[in-house]
């Protein structure tokens, strides 16, 4: 799935997003030009825009599920014990907290985390974007996509 460069002024308070596209070029002290690559791939929770800075935190990745089958169950209190052994490690050696981004540098180059055990099935998109696919299905005289855009247009929860 191609994913495109939006702008941080699309999402809301709590998505998890990621970069997907370098920074504006930042030019050093020397006069090189450099585009930060930092996060990208990486899962931020998005918390605001304030004082022209992007604020975000580090999200823990998803972890691949633990699969079993029926006949061997794990313990309840086992499991419980394992995931809260993980989570607290996690939070002792994952450098997680407040990041603060300038939003001139930072504005534009993100896009909503794709967790890749999970693949693009969990991408929920907005009436906008699917607005926009509409518009360009029609431009390019798919109907009956534009048909199955209109419908989830129709039963689009906000």
């Known amino acids: 799935m191609k994913q495109n460069g939006k702008n941080i002024n699309q999402f809301k308070t ?3 997003i990621t970069r997907i596209e370098p920074s504006k070029p930042i030019q050093m002290p020397n006069g090189d030009l450099i585009k930060d690559r930092k996060f990208i791939g990486e ?3 998005f918390l605001s825009i304030t004082n022209g800075c992007v604020n975000v935190e580090k999200s823990i990745k ?3 599920p633990i699969k079993h089958d029926d006949k061997k169950l794990l313990d309840e209190e086992l499991v419980f014990a394992v995931e809260m052994a993980t989570k607290l490690l996690e939070e002792m050696f994952t450098n997680s907290g407040l990041i603060i981004l300038p939003l001139d540098v930072y504005e534009n180059g993100w896009s909503l985390y794709i967790d890749p055990y999970m693949g693009a099935k969990d991408i929920v998109e907005t009436k906008e974007e699917l607005n926009d ?3 360009k299905a029609i431009e390019d005289e798919n109907y009956k996509l534009a048909k199955q855009i209109k419908e989830k247009i129709i039963n689009f929860k906000k």
């Open 14 to 16: 709590g998505n998890i």
């Open 43 to 45: 899962p931020l929770k």
């Open 62 to 64: 998803k972890k691949k």
């Open 133 to 135: 696919k509409l518009e």
